[in-house]
């Protein structure tokens, strides 16, 4: 899969890493098997590193279908919890913001970032090794 997951569970955190080419059914597909894993637990941040991938095949209905299937999986059992977004790269960040707007008004609070710095001091967890 092009993406995989890592957990931080002493600090109710999670990466997941996007490498390669990545479309509409990896993201789905990947997202939903995260939501199935006995180690991830509802309310969890997450780090999305997007530094190695290439999203040409992920539309915006793509987004769209993973921020409902978020609130579908996360209905009623999560409290607030942070996504932060690393995309140095325009198209990446682009489509980033775009789901970052579907994500408004949920639990879900996403923010967008260029580097990794900026995400993890976002998040609280500053000087964490996520690599």
Known sequence: MPI?????EEHELFLSK??????????????????????????FHEITDTRDANIAGITSKGLYRLSA?????????????KTAIISPKDLEFGMARIYEVFRDKSK???MVFRNTESAL????FEGLSIE
């Open 4 to 8: 995989s997951f890592k957990f931080f």
């Open 18 to 43: 996007w490498v390669g080419d990545i479309s509409d059914s990896d993201l789905l597909q990947s997202y939903k098997q995260l939501f199935d894993s006995e180690r991830y637990k509802p309310g």
């Open 69 to 81: 299937l978020v609130d579908q999986r996360l209905s009623g059992k999560a409290k607030e919890f």
């Open 108 to 110: 879900e609070n996403v």
């Open 121 to 124: 001091k976002w998040l609280g």
